[in-house]
Structures are given as C-alpha cells and as structure tokens.
C-alpha cells in the first residue's frame, strides 16, 4: 500500500554541513600479512621492501608506520619484484608476461605509490616465432641491468630482450638469441638440443658490461655485453639457480638433484666441466630440488651458503626449509609454510670488500621470518608489523578505546617477558627505510583477537602499524589428548638434520574445544574474561610476576533439570587440578563452566560490581566471582528446539524438522496471500485516485515498506542468547535506580533483572558475606521475533551510560540520574527506543522494511566535528547482511549517513566486523589481514610517510594515458600525483602533462570524502567520458588503416615503444 506524507521541501543546509563535518568514510589501512604473497623485493639503499601477492596487490614497507600500497589493473598474480636502488620504483612482473614501473612520488610533504609505466609483450608478426625471430612469449626473469637503465628480459624460449626502464621501451639490435650463445659452446654439448628457458639472470656488482645467464639445462655463461662474446662458460646439471660473488671470482649454481656447486669465474679453462666444489649437502640419498642459493663474504672467511629445499625427498620432502651455512655451523630452519622468496641485509657499497651479512629475511606464504645473522645463535628478530593474525584461526575480536598508560606499560611488560629480546642491539629491524609522519596517538587503542587454539592476542591498534604486544593462552588450564602424541614425536626426531622450528603460524589446534569465541575486558581494573566452544568461562586478572595457584572451578547448568532435552555435543574441557604455575600476564581467578558445555555466545564484564553474565545457546548465567558464587541461572530454549541440543560440533542434523518449517513458512505465505489478494483491487484504485489528485509539487512519496513476517516461535536455535548488558537504572520504580542486568535472545526476547549488590563492593573488593540476587523485573517479546543484537540503556540526556569505575574515578561525565532514563534494543530489523521503568515505546526505525537487509553488528560511537574540536555526538553505527554501514542519531534515530563497506558476499568479512567508540573498525578481508576503516571525518588512522629518493637528472616524463585513477589494494581511490625530480620538486618535464588530468584528481582525499555527499557512497572508480572510451576503442577500419601505413623507417626504428 502506498502512503503519502507532506513534508517541507528540501533538506536543512545547517544539518547537511554538520553531517559533512562529522561523517566521512575511509578505507585507511590494512593490517596484518598480505594474503597469499607471490614474489619479494629489497632496496638495499632505501632499506625498504615490497611485497607482491597473487591478487595483484603491491605493498612496500619501511620503518613502522612507512606503508605504501597499490593494486594492478588486472587481477593477476605478481611473479617477481625489482627495486631500482635508490629511486623509490619497483619493476613488476605478472603472470600475463607484462611489466609495470611503480613510483613513490611526493605531494604535500607525504609520499604515495602509483603506477607509472606498463609493458606488455607484443603479439605482432616477428615476435610470435612464426618468422624464426626470437619469441617473447614467456618472459621467465628478469635482470636491471645499471648501466643504461636497462633490464634483460630472459624468455621461455632462450632469448634474452633489453628494456629501457625509464620509458619501459623494447631496444631492438640488443637481443640476445640462444643460437648466439650456441656459437661459444663445445660441439659435442649441442647435440642437437636446445638450451632451455633462461632461469637466472645475475649482474655484476662492479662491471655492470657483464652478465651471468643459466640456462635450465645447467649451461652457465659470462656474457659481456659491450663486447657482445662470452667470456666464460660453465657446463652443468639441471639448473635451478645461480648467485655470482660480489668480487666475481666465485659463481654458485643449485640444480635440480639437490647439490649447489662452486665454480671458479676467472681462472681455470673455459669451457669449464668440473665445478671447484659440488656437495649435495642432504645426501646421498635423492634429494629435492634446491630452488634458490645465496653466497655472501664475510672478512673472517667464513662465508655464508643460504638457499631452499635440498631436502630429502623420501623423509623429509614435505618440509618447508631454508638452510643457513657458515663453515662448519649448519642450520635447517624449518617453517610450517612454504617459502616464497628470501634475501639478506648485506653492504652493496662497491667500495666494500665483503658482504658481510647483518639479517635473513624470509617470505612464507603465512608470515615474514627475519633473523640475525650477526647475534650467535642467529636468533629471530620479532617483527613490528606484519605479524600473521592467522597463526592460529581467528574466532573474535575486540576492541578497547582509550586504555590507561598504566595497564599499557603492564601489558607491555608482560609481552617483554614471554619473548625476552637478547642484551644485544644489533638484533634490531633491519627495514627501516623512510620516516613516519603521523603525529603520536593520543590515546592508546588495544585490538583483542581471539584465536581457535585457545590464545588471545593483544595488538596495538593505536596507528597504521599493528604490533603484537602480548599473548593469553588459555590452554594450560585444561588436559588435552595431544600432550603425550606431542613428547613422542619429539622424542623420536632425529638429529639430522638439524632442524630448528622458525616462525609462529600454526594452523593446527590441540583441541577445537578450546576456541575462544567472546573476550571482554575492563582497562580499570585489568579484569578480563574469556569464554571458549565448550561452554568453559574464565575470569582473569593481570600480575606483574609469575605465581604457583590453584583455579577454582565452578558448574552452572543453565538447563536446570528440564526434562525432555539431552546435550548430544562435545564433552567439556577436563581442568588440571591442584597448583598449577602461571607466567607474568594474565593469570585466571576463577573458572565457570557451563553445563551443557555448549558455546558461549555472549558475554559481559562489570569489574565494579564483580559479576561475569555468559548466555549459550541454552540460556544466560550471572556470576559472583568476588565470592565464587552463581546467582541466577535461565532457560531460554523452547519446548521444541531440540537442535539447540546437539552443538556446533555434532554431524547430527534435525533434517525432518528443517522440512516441516519450510513447508509450514510455505503455507502460511500462500494463505496471507490470498487474503490480501481480496481487498487488493479496491486498495490500487484508491490509491491511484489519490495520487492523481495530489501533485508531485505537493508530496512526497515514502517508499513501500517491506510486509515482514514474524517468526515462528519454535524456529530452532530460539534460545541462543545474542546479548548481555550491565546498567545502573530504572527498572522497579522512577524514584530508585540500581545495578541491572539485561538479556536478548533468538527469538526477540528481552529479559532484565533487578540486581542487589551489595554496598561495599563500590567501596572494596572484600565481598561480605551477603550474596547477589537477581530478581526478574521485566520480559518484553518483539511482535516480529527478530534476533536481539544489542541493547543500551540512554540517561536522562540521551547519552549511553559510561563504563564501569568511570563515573566512580571522574574519568567520564556522570550520567543524568535526574530525567527519565531510556534503553535502546536493537533487533536485526529494526530499532527502538523504549522508556524506563515503564517500557513503553518512544521512537523506532524498521530497517528491513525501509532498506531490505538485516542488521548484523551495532555500536555506539562518538563522532568529532573537523570544525570544532569540542562538539560532538553520539551515534548509532549500524553493519548490514549488505555489507553497508548505516549511521543513526541518538536518542531519535534519524538516519545520518550511509555508505557501502563490504562486498554482500564477503561473509566472513560482515561477520568478523568490529566497531571503535570513535567511529573507526576493523573487518577480515582474509584470514590474516584486517581492513580498517573511518566513518568519522576527524578520527583517522593512515599512513602519512616520506621517503627520500633520488632520481637521474635526465629521467624522462612519460604517464600511462590508459587510466588517469587506479586504485589501491585496500579500496580507496589512489591519487595521480606530480612527479618528483631528483632535488623533491615538481618535475618541470611533466608539467604539461598534467594539466590534462582531470582536477578532480589533484584533491586529497580528505577534500575528496567531504565533497562526497553525506548519503551517497564512496566510488572508487576513475572519471570516464564518452568521449575517453571513442579515443581508446577508434574502429577497427582505422586501426587496419594504420597499420598498413607504417613507414619502413618507423619499423627499422631503434626503439619500439609499446602501450
């Protein structure tokens, strides 16, 4: 039915400039570890690194807080990666054979990535191998070359091609085919047959005329490019790699059998057949390729043999190892992932004598490995950021605003002490390129990750770098199966070869039952619970010393004897019993467990009054644990929820029971159909009367709101408590308040209870010897039985109620005891606000019925004006099953703002959401990275960082004209900046050039943001005429009508330049 309201004409200006100073939406950063990475790169000179991943994604890393990030047109995988030194670029080189040149340029005093230049490899006659011209079908590696700017491009088929770097163009008369190379080597190793692709390419250091090239059939050659001979030649086994010695007297080679051999580059006879030294250093027994070897000098003469694989192959082939090799010393550093790539922090000085070696820094496909090389033992250095979130499956997460500088250093301290740092200072990060320009926080912010091996993580979300603070494991506490299994297989591992576990990915868990899957944590008292999948409640508080303490243990059945039902789940977790030690942290107090030990589905924390309230899917709890004591225990579930019985680890599903629900949805849809079918004509014609009668200058039409049917009261998993909220209310009377305790269910039940506490709580932590009661004072049913996702109590002036101690400390305004208090109940439908004590409806919104989708995660966030620091709101954040982030006012509830957030079918990303009290939040966009994003205009973590580069005097302009916008991995749109010259400045060469951007793209981002309207979302995409997509096609009669006019003198030019 449509319904016409009259409304005034056009929106309020003032509100709509507010909202544009309040509201603004970011994506700003990802933390954590780029997902499924595919290729490494260093700059020894800028002492930064680049990551590429198989999405196309680039990120390069600095000193913590340097981060630059970009992301290829094309969604293709990065093979391999190449700095030019000193320049802030990278050459990029995808699995579609096409090269890209990315540039770190400035702009306003902050440095950002873009993409500069891309080649792809032809396809005209000549290039295919039809006309018996060398092919570059299939580029294999790639080479800078540093005289000239150059890169050598070794094919598939043999050949080797020169690029000019700088304008990425393709010099012909340089290519070097494999017949040329054929003409050097011995009659009697031709055979007839080819050399193979080319695997390595290798320069040297201190004559760049000269190139080492290995041929995949194990032929090695010196190649001197100026004379265009070859002044060396190596015949080997089946190449796998090659590194040349900075001096260029030694070559390594590592082949396909296993074995690395040693050649001798200036003496001896050429061709030469004998390497100086051939070891396979895990035989006799076959062994498995080594992939990648590394030689590096040291002045004491004992140097470094590094490379990957050589393993075994019946024993131990299905192990990820890189092997360290320093005289006799020998290390097999064994990863649980494979490994990518590795490289080392040597001097590249052409002055220096020797590498000398300071890291080893290792890419696995789960995590970044570094460890140093110049600290005996060659330990691993934590690292700052890229710390894999993953190491264990992530189950939930948290976030804590605002933390004391007191529980910080505790924490801090705590985390110093699980891994404590060697007396040494060499043992430093060695990336620590550019300079973080973001000013200090002012206020620290704590990310808590719960992870499915029992552990919770403390991370400093305070800036861009995500840095692991500190580790809870919860898994001590209980016996599990896997101990002994563990001692076996230790026992029984031999001492060859000497393998040493590296890095802290650990996908596997002891026991499922030890998932976390609710942590809360109060920053006054540095309380803290954690619940797990078996039903298990642990209620902790942080030490500064280690301690020997028994836990104690109590049961609460929240079933309470009812008949009829049986737990047809896991079995509970066994507690150790006695004294058990416990470390510097975290050390639990008191343990609950739940009976049936079903997962924990919520679960709150009020320190002040020392009560812990957990809800299953069975029912919800209250807690003493001052006293140890339960005090209230409900059933929630219906008579016939029988699925909530058999828990998340049970195969035994209710299928007869799924089918009658359908069946009965089914019917029931059809027979409220037919009766609106009925008086439906009439109500059509009415209403288009009055729609005729009435103007469009007159009215404005609401849109038709979705009919929303209610839910049956027997649906299964009725009784899964959602959420749990503690507040200092109205419930009795509208004189009294006291402390209350608030529950929501499944089923659209709001059940709160009327709590006495006892005074002296407040007043110390010696609990007298009066117990806690609960009484029940209020039970409301939603009319459509809509999942309870959160519920706020609001004082007198609309605002929430503060924390716990916050009020009691002066850390926050008191609330206003004096008007009428109000509670907010957020359902996944709608939203209302109800009066206390009296529970009568004040004002709601119906989300589903105005905008079709489901509320999935909701919180109360402050927003700060840009234009003035000290006016601020409190607004409801809303994350849809849409994945759009809906912004409401508080207590009314007008809608603000709106934007698209996450992609609809990225599930796990809505589900793994979390928001901060200051408008910011975090979402999975994979197992091991966290987006981070801003709806607040003021509060905004990113990266704002300067890298000092040098350009040549003479590097030439030249812009990809295919697209003035890309876009970044994270998804906010990259901005196209000047480039930079050598000094820093505008480069003189490029200023014609861009002034035929469009000048939308010369805005920050910020100016970008608030010149976006407030109720539309964020477009990522570049700005595109008609016009623009005519100049790019043209008709395929002109593009023919082109190529047959090439001029002979434009084909026998030099350089080809390819787009």
Known sequence: ?????????????????????????????????????????????????????????????????????????????????????????????????????????????????????????????????????????????????????????????????????????????????????????????????????????????????????????????????????????????????????????TVVSSHSDGSYAIWAADTGDSPAVQPTVATTPYGPFPCKAINKVLWRSCASGEHFVIFSGGMPRASYGDRHCVSVLQAETLVTLDFTSRVIDFFTVHSTRPEDEFDEPQALAVLLEEELVVLDLQTPGWPAVPAPYLAPLHSSAITCSAHVANVPAKLWARIVSAGEQQSPQPASGASSWPITGGRNLAQEPSQRGLLLTGHEDGTVRFWDASGVALRPLYKLSTAGLFQTDCEHADSLAQAAEDDWPPFRKVGCFDPYSDDPRLGVQKVALCKYTAQMVVAGTAGQVLVLELSDTPAEQAVGVASLDLLQDREGFTWKGHERLSPRLGPLPWPAGFQPRALIQCLPPAAVTAVTLHAEWGLVAFGTSHGFGLFDYLRRSPVLARCTLHPSDSLAMEGPLSRVKSLKKSLRQSFRRIRKSRASGKKRMVAGSKLQEANAQLAEQAGPQDVEVTPV?????????????????????????????????????????????????????????????????????????????????????????????????????????????????????????????????????????????????????????????????????????????????????????????????????????DISGIASCVFTRHGQGFYLISPSEFERFSLSARNITEPLCSLDVRWPRDATCVRSRESPKLSQANGTPGIILAPQSHDGSPDPICKEADTLEPPEAMLSPMSIDSATSADTTLDTTGDMTVEDVKDFLGSSEESEKNLRNLSEEEARACAILIK
């Not at 802030?88 to 400035?106: C, F």
């Not at 993409?115 to 011209?133: N, R, V």
């Not at 850390?811 to 008007?819: F, Y």
């Not at 994350?879 to 934007?899: E, I």
């Open 705 to 905: 709101q979705r009919r929303i049917e209610p839910r049956s009261a027997d649906d299964s998993l009725s009784g899964v408590v959602r959420c749990l909220y503690f507040a200092d209310t109205f419930l009795r009377d509208a004189a009294h308040h006291g402390p209350t305790m608030w529950a929501g269910t499944n089923s659209g039940s709001v059940f709160a209870y009327a709590l006495e506490v006892p005074a002296a709580v407040a007043g110390g932590e010696k609990r007298p010897e009066r117990a806690v009661e609960a009484v029940l004072g209020k039970e409301v049913q939603l009319m459509h039985r809509a999942p309870v996702v959160a519920i706020a109590v609001l004082d007198g002036r609309g605002r929430p109620l503060p924390e716990p101690y916050e009020a009691s400390r002066d850390l926050a305004q008191a609330p206003d005891m004096q008007g009428g208090h109000a509670v907010l109940i957020a359902s996944e439908e709608q939203f209302k606000v109800f009066t206390l004590p009296k529970v009568s409806a004040k004002t709601k919104f119906k989300l589903t019925a105005h905008e079709g989708c489901r509320v999935r995660k909701v919180a109360l966030a402050t927003f700060a004006s840009v234009a003035c620091e000290d006016y601020t709101e409190t607004c409801l954040a809303c994350l849809t099953n849409l994945g759009d982030v809906h912004v409401f006012s508080v207590p009314g509830l007008r809608p603000q703002v709106h934007y698209a957030c996450i992609r609809k079918e």
């Open 1 to 249: 039915m449509m319904k016409f309201r009259f409304r005034r004409q056009g929106a309020d200006p003032q509100r709509e400039k507010l909202k544009q100073e309040l509201f603004a939406f970011h994506k700003t950063v990802e933390h954590g570890f780029p997902n499924q990475p595919s290729a490494l790169a260093f700059d020894p000179e800028l002492h930064i690194m680049a990551i590429g991943t198989r999405s196309g994604a680039v990120k390069i890393y600095g000193a913590p807080g340097v981060e630059f990030t970009g992301l290829h047109r094309d969604a293709a995988t990065v093979t391999q990666m190449h700095f030019l030194p000193g320049q802030g670029r990278v050459l990029t080189l995808l699995d579609d054979d096409s090269l890209h040149l990315w540039e770190i340029v400035h702009h306003d005093g902050c440095a950002h990535l873009e993409e500069a230049l891309h080649f792809q490899a032809p396809s005209w006659p000549g290039f295919d191998g039809a006309s018996g011209l060398p092919s570059l079908a299939h580029i294999t590696v790639v080479l800078l070359v540093a005289v000239g700017d150059m890169a050598a491009l070794g094919t598939e088929g043999g050949s080797i091609f020169f690029l000019d770097v700088p304008t990425l163009t393709l010099l012909e008369g340089q290519t070097l085919g494999p017949d040329e190379v054929l003409r050097s080597v011995p009659d009697d190793y031709r055979c007839g047959k080819a050399l193979g692709p080319v695997e390595s390419l290798q320069g040297h250091l201190r004559d760049p005329t000269k190139i080492l090239i290995g041929y995949s059939r194990g032929l090695l050659v010196i190649w001197n490019q100026a004379a265009r001979c070859a002044e060396r030649i190596f015949l080997g086994n089946q190449l796998e790699s090659v590194c040349w010695e900075r001096s260029g007297h």
